[in-house]
């Protein structure tokens, strides 16, 4: 541990803005190490455990998995990880992010579609809900063009 400050999880919360439940949860998950503690019980976090939940926020903010965070994890705790390895794991999740926004793309359209028939009025008769309750799959289904990275 470093000579720095030691916070309390309330204080480590405001700094990184990060829900004293989801540092809990990282803990309790291991992707946090479980801080030491003071003569009172109380966690005491220091400056290199307000990094790494730093670190994790930042993964979460632009949508890795927190499997794919533990791995990153794993590459730093190792202390041997290569550039190479971190980009490979960042390209990666770059062609599942890439293939979710085709996903969207798609929803938007289906959606769009479905509120376009839909004239707003008092009747029960509804073309969304009728949609919703179709058994069928054919907006989703129809082919979508593939993303430029995916298959690479």
Do not use: W
């Amino acid at each position: 541990m470093s000579k720095a400050p030691r916070l309390t999880r309330g204080v480590v919360s405001k700094l990184t803005g990060c829900n004293l439940e989801t540092i809990r949860y990282y803990e309790q998950i291991g992707l946090m190490p479980p801080p030491p503690r003071s003569e009172g019980g109380h966690r005491l976090y220091d400056d290199n455990l307000l990094r790494r939940l730093n670190f994790i926020r930042r993964c979460r903010e632009l949508g890795f998995s927190l499997e794919e965070v533990r791995g990153l994890l794993t590459l730093v705790d190792g202390g041997t990880y290569t550039r190479g390895e971190v980009k490979d794991r960042t390209v990666a999740h770059l062609r599942s992010v890439r293939s979710k926004i085709v996903d969207l793309k798609v929803l938007e359209k289906t959606l769009k579609e479905m509120v376009s028939k839909c004239v707003g009025d008092e009747v029960p008769d509804c073309p969304v809900i009728d949609a919703l309750f179709r058994n069928d799959d054919r907006a989703l289904s129809r082919s979508r063009p593939r993303s430029p990275i995916q298959g690479s």
